[in-house]
């Protein structure tokens, strides 16, 4: 028996703008909107994001904000399948005038991948990559031979 991540969510200051920024940056490359349920606690719903057989979930937060580095999720990765699209992804922040951290560039630890760092609408810290899958170093068969 395997475990994986089935999914992640996040509470956030404005579910449609998340939703317009995460579909807007990862939309031309698969991620799509799954389904909309309603929560256990019954007042709100939680909006699903399929990317590959995983799911991001964005829900309305009580309050509060994000802060970057402190206890919580340091940030998310989502890989993509060219180099071609972090550029696109870069094009999208750029015209959306969405905060950049690190425009593409090859990653200084891991050769041959090409990577990107932007803030989502709340600061958590979001990275678009490619990488060949054999050249991954938390892959197993990055290990192998």
């Not at 031309?28 to 019954?42: D, I, L, V």
């Not at 041959?112 to 678009?128: A, H, M, N, Q």
Request: glycine residues 10%.
């Amino acid at each position: 028996m395997s475990v994986s991540i089935h999914h992640i969510d996040l509470a956030v200051s404005d579910v449609e703008r998340s939703l317009a920024f995460y579909l807007g940056l990862l939309g031309p490359f698969g991620m799509r909107e799954a389904g909309r349920f309603p929560t256990y606690r019954g007042t709100e719903e939680v909006v699903y994001l399929a990317f590959g057989d995983q799911y991001l979930g964005l829900r309305q937060a009580d309050g509060g904000e994000y802060s970057y580095y402190h206890v919580g999720i340091e940030h998310l990765a989502f890989y993509v399948e060219k180099r071609e699209d972090v550029d696109a992804a870069h094009r999208f922040a750029l015209d959306s005038d969405v905060s950049i951290h690190f425009p593409p560039e090859e990653d200084k630890d891991i050769p041959g991948f090409y990577e990107l760092f932007v803030f989502d609408p709340d600061g958590l810290r979001i990275e678009v990559a490619y990488g060949p899958p054999e050249l991954d170093p938390l892959r197993p068969e990055a290990h192998d031979g």
